[in-house]
């Protein structure tokens, strides 16, 4: 088989969303004699077609591969890989927490060495801050930013957005309309972009993203264009970057004095939460009715590529304990392939057809949290916004939680609602919490009717708070850098 044409082969059958089609491809010109960087783009290919097919070990090793394989024209790439490594690993389980921050500590080995822009101390009346994202859509992350926007002491602080992506939507608009200043870098090298963001003399610099949609923003923080740098809400660890010197978190996901260790960032713990809920305007429009269904229905609305095998054994064992229950998944993407995929994976595993539904992404999703009397969280890679969403619709969440950052979304969020008691250290106290609220069918009635009103009352939704909390810590963040306390 001719490589170019094969590669090309493969490419389409990617973007047309075949990934087996592109894996048998791929794997035929694996058996030729290829050149280094033939190999480089084979594994490459690979690794995104067996993420998209749902098998993250595969794609990880392929990953691997593709970087040990990146060299000439294509060694610019080895950071967005490098990143896309990074990302995949919150899916997996084998990971310790130790050993996860060691590969995020592996970025910096990656990053040029770039000369600084001149920062000169000295404090201002304005404070200029610039969030940099390639997300400035309609995307969960902006459901837990765009407060920032909208509470902004404008008296104190200017806010510039910089796109780098340039997809728009009508929360764009919304966002566009709420900031001091909009830039779309995405046409930009990361230095022009850089370059922009240093002549804008923005003083805090918030890059939303990390290495979440292949570490884009990096590049650009590599340069230091803003004298104080910081990441988080959209990136769930570390970013390994020197360039990046601060990340946000609070007191529930990283405890003081536990999980300084796994960041080369200094971390700031708000005192709350660093989440706050913004809800779609959709779900003002839902308009169905719960009530509790006999028997109880449990359900995950988290992407099924977080459905490990070992979540799918402990909700078979609830399962098992409350009979006649069953379970409803529903996928944030439309791919038939990976609902396929999950239930023969589920049925190996002993689940019975009337036992699992699968459901397909869809826009009009929020309509179906009435459909579930309890959602199961996943794990190691946990809920953010789904859980919010949960909540928000009334549907009682119960989340198992780790030691580290990436593992605690799920358990600080129910600690600021007021429902710790429904998150669980261990799967045995997971199955335990989840089968107790299965049988307490005048409770799950109560927690209905009132989560909505708890989650309008808690800091998860509380801007004003929230907003003055990020900027208490914006404030000591400056202060820190005029005194040189970098």
Same mark, same amino acid.
């Given at each position: 088989m001719n490589f170019t044409l094969g590669l090309e082969q493969a490419t389409l059958f990617y973007k047309q969303k075949q990934p087996q089609e592109a894996i048998t491809v791929l794997l035929m010109l694996q058996r030729q004699n290829l050149l280094p960087e033939q190999w480089y783009l084979v594994y490459k290919t690979l690794a995104g077609c067996y993420f998209m097919a749902g098998d993250l070990a595969r794609s990880s090793d392929y990953y691997r591969q593709a970087l040990v394989h990146c060299c000439g024209p294509y060694l610019s790439e080895k950071t967005m890989l490098y990143s896309n490594y990074l990302f995949l690993q919150h899916y997996l389980p084998q990971w310790n927490d130790e050993e =996860?921050?060691? $590969? &995020?500590?592996?970025? %910096?080995? =990656?990053?040029?060495? !770039?000369?600084?822009?001149? &920062?000169l101390r000295k404090d201002k009346d304005k404070l200029r801050i610039g969030y940099l994202s390639p997300d400035f859509c309609e995307h969960v992350n902006m459901f837990f930013f765009i407060q920032l926007l909208a509470r902004c002491n404008r008296k104190r602080y200017e806010v510039i957005g910089y796109s780098v %992506? *340039? !997809? $728009?939507? &009508?929360t764009t608009q919304q966002l566009q309309r709420l900031a001091s200043g909009w830039r779309d870098l995405s046409a930009l090298s990361s230095e022009d972009a850089a370059r922009v963001i240093y002549e804008d003399c923005v003083d805090i610099l918030f890059d939303l993203s990390g290495h979440a949609s292949g570490g884009v923003t990096l590049p650009i923080m590599d340069w230091h264009p803003a004298p104080v740098q910081v990441c *988080?809400? *959209?990136y769930m660890s570390t970013t390994g970057d020197p360039a990046v010197d601060y990340f946000l978190t609070d007191v529930y996901c990283d405890p003081p004095g536990a999980g300084d260790s796994l960041f080369t960032e200094k971390l700031v713990r708000l005192p709350h939460t660093h989440l706050c809920y913004t809800p779609s305007e959709r779900a003002l429009h839902c308009q169905k009715i719960y009530a509790v269904h006999t028997p109880v229905v449990f359900g995950s609305f988290n992407n099924f590529a977080k459905v490990t095998d070992q979540m799918l054994q402990l909700w078979l064992t609830i399962l098992q304990q409350v009979p006649g229950s069953h379970l409803l998944l529903k996928d944030s993407g439309n791919l038939p392939f990976l609902a396929a995929s999950l239930r023969r994976r589920a049925e190996s595993i002993g689940f019975r057809t009337d036992q699992l539904e699968l459901r397909l992404g869809t826009g009009n999703y929020l309509d179906e949290y009435y459909d579930i009397d309890i959602a199961l969280d996943t794990y190691p890679y946990v809920g953010g916004g789904t859980t919010c969403d949960a909540l928000y619709m009334g549907v009682p969440v119960i989340s198992l939680f780790g030691t580290r950052h990436s593992t605690r979304f799920g358990y600080s969020l129910l600690m600021n609602v007021g429902l710790g008691e429904l998150a669980a250290g261990t799967a045995e106290a997971y199955m335990e919490r989840a089968v107790a609220l299965a049988k307490e069918p005048l409770l799950l009635t109560e927690l209905h009717h009132v989560l909505r009103s708890l989650m309008k009352k808690s800091p998860l939704m509380n801007g004003w708070q929230y907003v003055q909390e990020m900027e208490n810590a914006y404030e000591a963040m400056w202060r820190r850098w005029l005194c040189g306390e970098e």
């Amino acid at each position: 088989m001719n490589f170019t044409l094969g590669l090309e082969q493969a490419t389409l059958f990617y973007k047309q969303k075949q990934p087996q089609e592109a894996i048998t491809v791929l794997l035929m010109l694996q058996r030729q004699n290829l050149l280094p960087e033939q190999w480089y783009l084979v594994y490459k290919t690979l690794a995104g077609c067996y993420f998209m097919a749902g098998d993250l070990a595969r794609s990880s090793d392929y990953y691997r591969q593709a970087l040990v394989h990146c060299c000439g024209p294509y060694l610019s790439e080895k950071t967005m890989l490098y990143s896309n490594y990074l990302f995949l690993q919150h899916y997996l389980p084998q990971w310790n927490d130790e050993e =996860l921050a060691k $590969e &995020h500590f592996a970025y %910096s080995a =990656l990053v040029n060495t !770039r000369p600084a822009f001149v &920062h000169l101390r000295k404090d201002k009346d304005k404070l200029r801050i610039g969030y940099l994202s390639p997300d400035f859509c309609e995307h969960v992350n902006m459901f837990f930013f765009i407060q920032l926007l909208a509470r902004c002491n404008r008296k104190r602080y200017e806010v510039i957005g910089y796109s780098v %992506s *340039g !997809r $728009e939507d &009508h929360t764009t608009q919304q966002l566009q309309r709420l900031a001091s200043g909009w830039r779309d870098l995405s046409a930009l090298s990361s230095e022009d972009a850089a370059r922009v963001i240093y002549e804008d003399c923005v003083d805090i610099l918030f890059d939303l993203s990390g290495h979440a949609s292949g570490g884009v923003t990096l590049p650009i923080m590599d340069w230091h264009p803003a004298p104080v740098q910081v990441c *988080g809400i *959209g990136y769930m660890s570390t970013t390994g970057d020197p360039a990046v010197d601060y990340f946000l978190t609070d007191v529930y996901c990283d405890p003081p004095g536990a999980g300084d260790s796994l960041f080369t960032e200094k971390l700031v713990r708000l005192p709350h939460t660093h989440l706050c809920y913004t809800p779609s305007e959709r779900a003002l429009h839902c308009q169905k009715i719960y009530a509790v269904h006999t028997p109880v229905v449990f359900g995950s609305f988290n992407n099924f590529a977080k459905v490990t095998d070992q979540m799918l054994q402990l909700w078979l064992t609830i399962l098992q304990q409350v009979p006649g229950s069953h379970l409803l998944l529903k996928d944030s993407g439309n791919l038939p392939f990976l609902a396929a995929s999950l239930r023969r994976r589920a049925e190996s595993i002993g689940f019975r057809t009337d036992q699992l539904e699968l459901r397909l992404g869809t826009g009009n999703y929020l309509d179906e949290y009435y459909d579930i009397d309890i959602a199961l969280d996943t794990y190691p890679y946990v809920g953010g916004g789904t859980t919010c969403d949960a909540l928000y619709m009334g549907v009682p969440v119960i989340s198992l939680f780790g030691t580290r950052h990436s593992t605690r979304f799920g358990y600080s969020l129910l600690m600021n609602v007021g429902l710790g008691e429904l998150a669980a250290g261990t799967a045995e106290a997971y199955m335990e919490r989840a089968v107790a609220l299965a049988k307490e069918p005048l409770l799950l009635t109560e927690l209905h009717h009132v989560l909505r009103s708890l989650m309008k009352k808690s800091p998860l939704m509380n801007g004003w708070q929230y907003v003055q909390e990020m900027e208490n810590a914006y404030e000591a963040m400056w202060r820190r850098w005029l005194c040189g306390e970098e």
